[in-house]
């Protein structure tokens, strides 16, 4: 009998797809900035939101919510399934256009190179970079006194570790340039551009379940 295994179905759809990513700058200019969230927390109901930020000046050009339900179940490694496409409505849903986009969750730091942050940028063929909390593949390696912290997984440099965060191509951008980006959009810990995404889909989430 034939046996249908999920997991692995979906793990060779991501290896499929890591061949599309481009792992180099691939832009004419970056001015504006996008972040995305998904805010939830309870059943699949959820909140997408979406800011722009003025890289000169950090100011927020626009902002977009969105609410959502999340019809795939969370599985470690492939939450792409479940929030790239939230995240891709409510980024189609702007009025103005962006340059590059930050994404709570991971990029080519990824068991099969293809995170989150790699499946939306695929899907919008816009830059994306990932910045996630925590280290899923790779180990940290110091070199001298290099800073950031770079991670390695597979024998290749796939990320850098930066104020708690986990830096990684998502897609269309070098690693040099995600890192100056970080550094570039971060008053406080976290990168404004993710920041204000997750603060605006949090209070409209807490709006709804009141």
């Known amino acids: 009998m034939y046996s ?3 997991n692995t179905n979906l793990a060779n759809i991501q290896n499929m797809l890591a061949e599309h990513v481009i792992k180099k700058d691939d832009f004419k200019e970056l001015k504006i900035i996008a972040g995305v969230d998904v805010s939830f927390s309870q059943d699949n109901q959820a909140v ?4 722009l930020i003025d890289l000169y000046n950090l100011e927020i050009i626009e902002t977009i919510i969105q609410e959502v339900e999340l019809l795939f179940p969370y599985k470690s490694g492939f939450l792409g399934f479940r ?13 103005r256009d962006y ?5 709570n969750g991971h990029g080519v730091l990824h068991p099969r190179g293809f995170g989150l942050a790699s499946q939306v940028g695929v ?4 830059p994306t970079l990932g910045v996630a909390k925590r280290l899923i593949v790779g180990i940290h390696i ?9 991670i390695i997984f597979t024998n290749e440099i796939l990320g850098a570790y930066l ?5 990684s191509i998502g897609h269309k951008i070098s690693l040099k340039t995600a890192i100056e980006l970080f550094n570039d959009t971060s008053i406080f810990k976290t990168p404004e551009p ?3 995404a997750h603060i605006l889909a949090t209070q409209a989430f807490k709006k709804i379940l009141d």
């Open 99 to 103: 340059d590059v986009v930050m994404i």
């Open 4 to 6: 249908y295994d999920l």
């Open 163 to 167: 104020n708690g965060f986990y830096v």
């Open 48 to 51: 997408a939101a979406a800011v």
């Open 142 to 150: 110091v070199e001298g006194n290099h800073f950031p912290e770079l």
């Open 194 to 196: 993710i920041r204000q």
């Open 123 to 126: 899907m919008i063929d816009k």
């Open 83 to 95: 929030e790239a496409n939230a995240m891709v409505s409510v980024l189609n849903g702007l009025k």
